[in-house]
């Protein structure tokens, strides 16, 4: 137990580059918390801080001790939540993440079935980008996430899902509502169009597939929220270019397709590689897995 106290101290000083600060955070006094951190590096016959500057920072050797023990804290954490995993789903709780536009069109059947299926589950739903994600799956603080079958990290391991297609989306109000045959990206070209910022993995996609084919488009807005790009587009004139399956699930969306076609790209559920998988997880691999 001292141990891992010595731990979490050097953690919250490495992190506040302040003992005073530090100190309110883990509520002791910060002689205290000075003589913790004394009997870990005397213990382990090393500096692992370096107070010399006006902030306090690891020194090599701390860097190399704290990621180790970070790593320990996160299994030992893990652990702790294995003890108390309940193997019926009576009880328990599941750390979610999705990118952004998977939250238009799959966050709310799944989570209506996952609920309805396992009502004493707790469930942390959280909209973030996929590098955040994978950091925070990496992290342990989060179970899963709905993202892109590229990973990044190689500590997190994606499971493929479904083909996600991207076409051009309109409201009833425009010209192109209940268009058939798809539009060629000439034309496109002539579209006033709300866009995802750039921030968004999307928007670089369909950027790229523009640029490809020597294509500008004219982007009249640009939003970094999905649903008051819906908003815009149901109640206008203008067009955008979102998943397929958004126009699907949204009233009053229509989509139409592009020639040439945005090339396809692979929903995947991710995880961190060989975390434990508690019986919440499990089930909600289960169910996403048979989702389309």
């Excluded at 137990?1 to 050097?10: A, G, K, P």
């Excluded at 309110?24 to 107070?51: G, M």
């Excluded at 590098?131 to 899963?144: F, G, P, V």
């Excluded at 958004?246 to 592009?258: N, S």
Aim: hydrophobic share 40%; net charge neutral.
């Amino acid at each position: 137990m001292t141990m891992l106290r010595h731990i979490r101290y050097l953690t919250a000083v490495a992190e506040h580059q302040n003992f005073t600060r530090a100190a309110e955070v883990l509520h002791i006094s910060q002689p205290t918390l000075s003589q913790q951190i004394k009997q870990l590096e005397k213990s382990l016959a090393v500096q692992l801080l370096d107070r010399s500057g006006r902030t306090v920072r690891l020194t090599d050797a701390g860097e190399t001790y704290l990621s180790y023990a970070r790593r320990a804290l996160r299994e030992l954490d893990a652990g702790t939540r294995a003890i108390h995993d309940v193997q019926d789903l009576s009880r328990g709780s599941l750390r979610l993440a999705m990118t952004p536009t998977f939250t238009a069109y799959i966050i709310g059947p799944l989570v209506e079935r996952f609920s309805t299926l396992y009502p004493g589950i707790f469930l942390s739903v959280q909209e973030m980008t996929q590098d955040r994600m994978e950091a925070a799956l990496a992290e342990d603080t989060l179970d899963l996430g709905i993202a892109f079958a590229k990973a990044r990290s190689s500590e997190v391991h994606t499971q493929a899902l479904f083909i996600e297609t991207l076409s051009l989306v309109v409201g009833s109000n425009h010209p192109s509502s209940g268009a058939q045959a798809p539009m060629d990206l000439q034309e496109l070209e002539q579209q006033r169009l709300v866009l995802l910022s750039s921030d968004f993995a999307t928007r670089r996609h369909i950027n790229l597939h523009f640029r490809d084919h020597g294509i500008a488009p004219h982007v009249a807005i640009e939003a970094d929220s999905v649903s008051a790009i819906v908003e815009i587009i149901r109640r206008g004139h203008l067009a955008t270019v979102l998943p397929e399956a958004i126009a699907r699930e949204q009233p009053g969306l229509h989509p139409v397709g592009l020639s040439p076609a945005i090339p396809h790209r692979t929903a995947a559920l991710l995880k961190r590689r060989d975390s434990y998988m508690s019986a919440a997880s499990q089930a909600f691999t289960e169910l996403v897995s048979t989702w389309s």
